[in-house]
């Protein structure tokens, strides 16, 4: 007597692979907010700073002594003149404006000075680690980071599908249809990717036109340089994010949970594209309501086709027409 599939325990795995998606999805999203348009003042506000106008005296001590100028108004003496720097120091200490030390001579910087952009050695200090930092976020990284991340993740579902005894049918897997499984539900795929891309660049037109933050930070920091990376990413990285959301996102919050719990499969493809959006929350507002339409895409083909190798193939081809579109080809619609 064969045992009966533990939906239970599998809806289990699935929500805490969920919860750790959205998780990695929110730091993400952090990782790729941009500070500088929340931090910078409005225009016109007192808290706007010092005054860099070109008509701005250099700051000077309190005491009328000769003490080099900081932060925007030694930017502002350094700014383009048409002088050679040898012509500018010159004037510099003829008019008794000069930051450089009288020990060590006119052309000898003093030894605790500021960079030339106004910065004294402990901010320079703090600049250089924070690009450091920076660089360590290159493509590569990223790449790897997915990579490792969503597969590690779908492997789990996967053990889970296995250890609870779900039907591969409930999954959307026919084996031996070949409208399932075959060829022609690759060819169906394809043609439905193409058909989704082409909505999802209207989408996006729209949020744009409309004024919908939509970021393309995340997809512009995974795009390789060389045709290597190209191959990794197109053969490696974009399978693995195509077969585990669609395992996630369709084949489990869709397929099984209705073949286990007896839930409509339009109400679960209406509460899976909710996730699927939420997921993508690095991409901003306009990114959420244009993957939610794409997601929503997807379940509907899901559901319609019962075919987990039709979703895929078709997320596949959307990822993949906008990368290479967008950041091979260098086509921006609008």
């Known amino acids: 007597m064969s045992t009966p599939p533990l939906y239970e325990s599998f809806a289990a795995v699935t ?26 003042p409005a225009d016109g506000d007192p808290a706007d700073g010092p005054d860099v106008s070109r ?23 350094h700014a383009d003149t048409g002088q050679t720097p040898a012509e500018r120091r010159a004037d510099e200490v003829l008019d008794g404006n000069s930051d450089w030390d009288d020990a ?22 703090a600049r250089r680690a924070r690009e450091g930092t920076e660089l360590e976020f290159s493509t590569g990284t990223l790449l790897a980071n997915v990579a490792l991340s969503q597969g590690l993740f779908g492997a789990v579902l996967v053990g889970a599908t ?46 744009d036109a409309t004024g919908v933050e939509y970021s ?26 195509a077969v585990f959301e669609e395992l996630l996102f369709r084949a489990a919050l869709v397929g099984a ?17 909710v996730a699927f ?28 086709t019962e075919s987990l190798l039709v979703v895929i193939v078709a997320h596949y081809v959307v990822n993949a027409l906008e990368f290479g579109v967008h950041e091979g080809l260098g086509i921006e619609w609008v």
């Open 15 to 40: 929500m805490l692979v969920l919860g750790m998606l959205i998780v990695l999805a929110r730091a993400s999203q952090a990782m790729f907010d941009d500070p500088a348009d929340t931090d910078a």
């Open 55 to 77: 008509d701005a005296e250099p700051t000077r001590a309190t005491d009328g002594s000769d003490v080099p100028a900081t932060g925007a108004a030694r930017i502002e003496r």
């Open 104 to 125: 060590g001579g006119p052309w000898e910087p003093a030894a605790d000075t500021e960079t030339q952009w106004g910065e004294n050695d402990a901010e320079a200090d």
């Open 162 to 207: 296995w250890l609870a005894e779900i039907p591969p049918a409930a999954l959307g897997v026919r084996l031996g249809d070949p409208w399932n499984v075959g060829l022609p539900a690759v060819a169906f795929g394809a043609g439905f990717g193409a058909a989704l891309y082409v909505g999802n660049e209207l989408s996006t037109v729209i949020a």
């Open 216 to 241: 393309e930070g995340l997809r512009e920091s995974l795009a390789p340089d060389t045709l290597r990376g190209w191959a990794i990413l197109l053969g490696g990285v974009l399978p693995v994010i």
């Open 257 to 273: 949970f209705a073949a286990g719990f007896g839930l409509s499969p339009w109400l679960l493809a209406a509460l899976s594209t």
């Open 277 to 304: 959006a939420i997921g993508h929350g690095a991409q901003g507002p306009g990114g959420i309501a244009v993957t939610g339409l794409l997601g929503f895409a997807l379940a509907a083909g899901f559901v319609l």
